[in-house]
């Protein structure tokens, strides 16, 4: 179980304070799948940072399992079993597709292993993994190693913030599988596409920095915007 | 041979034992161990300061190897190695030094490398230099490597400096005739008071010529890296430089770029970007499982040796 106890984050912009997130509580329940939407700027990649402890809260806690993890590091979080999938992926100089894989699994994978987990998001391993994490490669080819790279933690809690974007020839159909097959875990991912909320357990919906709305998928589904899942309807 | 010598000769040109092609072993300043073949010739120049190498027409898929070792305090040495090689060759060179010092007294080597590489050759040439030793004598290294290359002939060159060096000044030249390929790979790390400065001159003087200088390095502590480049167009031609440094502690990097299109059909590009390691890069490596110093060294080992 994973908890935000009412946690607040402000940034100061052109020297004026503004509130990112204010009082955000929420439980999140072992293998449930968490989808958090809302409209650009409501909060949600910030939340997401703060639970991996990218940035850190202004005011509040975040508790793991009953322990308070709010002053732990990134690297503590993630030897805990959270792991986080970016929005934008991050790009290196000489570090290569299993080099990363190696470490996100902390063994050293051979073929076999590496195929498994790029075959999940639609790479072939032969091709990839002696390919430089680099702006070589393409939008959608860093997008699924980063993926891949969360897929090979095999983490107990897995947040993704807009994993669709940039996913170029790759469907949307297998991108819901691989989230529907991440088995004993909290995943949390945010999305604007209606194919990942239809298959939330649960859907948040953020809006200025706050929760305008939460609860069972099928309860909040239909209260959403057709064209535009960050907003209600009407 | 000691055990400081089979370290030295491991590092700088990966031999465990003696290689199978022809070679050159220099220590302290003399040759002592050397061998030929039929396809490769290794004469001594006659004023005892170097070798001529000789390789001959279509020799394809061999290798020489010419490491030098240097194990004493207050020595330096000078030392002129010419390679000619022959038209249609494929040829691996490992070259590379390895000073072991450990009196108070610095120790030099100034390696004077020139190549006439044939037609239709290609050279893959690996440099790899490397200090040690508890000493406070420096450990000095200054490469200078000259590079004349006939038409349709590439050349692959591998400079890396794996640590330890006090002070090196490198200096590469080459001149490209019509339709070469020249690619020069260089990955430097400095730490503590180490100087590096390496300054390259190219003429891209035939058509269709290329040549691309990709230059990586890191700098620690108090140390300081200058990197200098001068690229000059003379034909339809195509020219790429690139300096990238990672700071980390005081250190300092200089990126002094000079290119310099002579003919208008010359494209001439320059790149630098020097910098701390990025936040994002550590962050990322951290939300898998390193801590920052592990994420720190996985980025700069990377960065320097892939």
Redesign the interface.
């Known amino acids: 179980m994973l908890k935000t106890n009412d946690l607040c984050y402000s940034a100061i912009e052109n020297d004026v304070e503004k509130r990112i997130l204010h009082n955000i509580n929420l439980s999140f329940a072992d293998n449930k799948i968490y989808v958090i939407t809302g409209q650009n700027g409501s909060g949600k990649s910030t939340l997401l940072k703060i639970i991996?402890g990218?940035i850190h809260q202004s005011q509040g806690d975040v508790f793991y399992d009953g322990k308070n993890i709010s002053n732990l590091?990134?690297?503590e979080r993630?030897?805990l079993g959270i792991?986080?999938a970016?929005q934008q992926p991050?790009t290196?100089?000489?570090?290569?597709v299993k080099?990363?894989l190696n470490?996100?699994s902390?063994e050293k994978l051979n073929l076999a292993g590496m195929c498994e987990i790029l075959s999940k998001v639609g790479l072939c391993a032969k091709n990839y993994i002696d390919r430089?994490i680099n702006d070589k490669l393409s939008g959608g080819e860093l997008k699924r190693i980063e993926l891949a790279?969360v897929l090979a933690?095999k983490a107990k809690i897995n947040m993704f913030d807009e994993p669709e974007a940039g996913i170029d020839l790759w469907s949307f159909e297998n991108l819901t599988t691989l989230f529907k097959d991440m088995d004993n875990s909290i995943n949390i991912i945010v999305s604007h596409q209606r194919k990942i909320l239809e298959i939330a357990d649960e859907i948040i919906v953020m809006k200025d920095g706050e929760i305008l709305l939460k609860g069972e998928k099928d309860d909040v589904l239909p209260m959403l915007s057709n064209s535009s899942c960050g907003r209600l309807r009407g | 041979m000691d055990k400081i010598d089979k370290i030295l000769l491991e590092t700088v040109a990966d031999l465990h034992k003696v290689p199978a092609g022809a070679f050159n072993i220099r220590k302290n300043g003399e040759s002592v161990l050397r061998n030929s073949n039929k396809d490769i010739e290794i004469v001594p120049k006659k004023n005892g300061k170097g070798i001529d190498i000789f390789i001959k027409k279509g020799v394809k898929n061999k290798s020489v190897h010419i490491p030098v070792i240097i194990t004493m305090g207050g020595f330096s040495d000078l030392v002129y190695n010419d390679f000619y090689i022959s038209e249609d060759c494929d040829i691996t060179i490992i070259a590379g030094c390895g000073i072991h010092n450990n009196t108070c007294k610095d120790s030099q080597h100034d390696g004077i490398h020139k190549f006439h590489v044939g037609k239709n050759s290609i050279v893959r040439y690996i440099e790899k230099h490397f200090g040690a030793g508890e000493g406070e004598g420096k450990k000095i290294l200054n490469p200078i490597t000259k590079v004349f290359m006939k038409e349709n002939s590439q050349m692959f060159f591998d400079s890396l400096q794996i640590g330890g060096v006090s002070s090196t000044i490198r200096k590469t030249f080459a001149k490209l005739d019509k339709n070469c390929i020249l690619n020069i790979k260089e990955n430097i790390l400095t730490s503590d008071d180490q100087y590096a400065k390496t300054y390259f001159k190219v003429q891209l003087l035939g058509e269709n010529s290329k040549c691309e200088v990709v230059s990586h390095s890191v700098a620690k502590g108090n140390s300081v890296q200058e990197f200098i480049s001068d690229m000059i167009g003379n034909n339809k031609s195509f020219g790429h430089v690139e300096c990238d440094g990672i700071l980390l502690d005081n250190a300092r990097i200089v990126s002094i770029p000079k290119i310099d299109a002579l003919s208008k059909e010359a494209s001439l590009i320059h790149e630098a970007a020097i910098g701390k390691i990025a936040n994002d890069q550590l962050v990322k490596l951290m939300t898998l499982g390193l801590s920052q110093e592990e994420a720190e060294k996985t980025i700069i080992n990377g960065f320097l040796y892939n």
């Open positions: 991996m990218i590091s990134i690297y993630s030897k792991s986080f970016f991050v290196f100089k000489g570090i290569k080099d990363l470490i996100a902390e430089e790279t933690r």
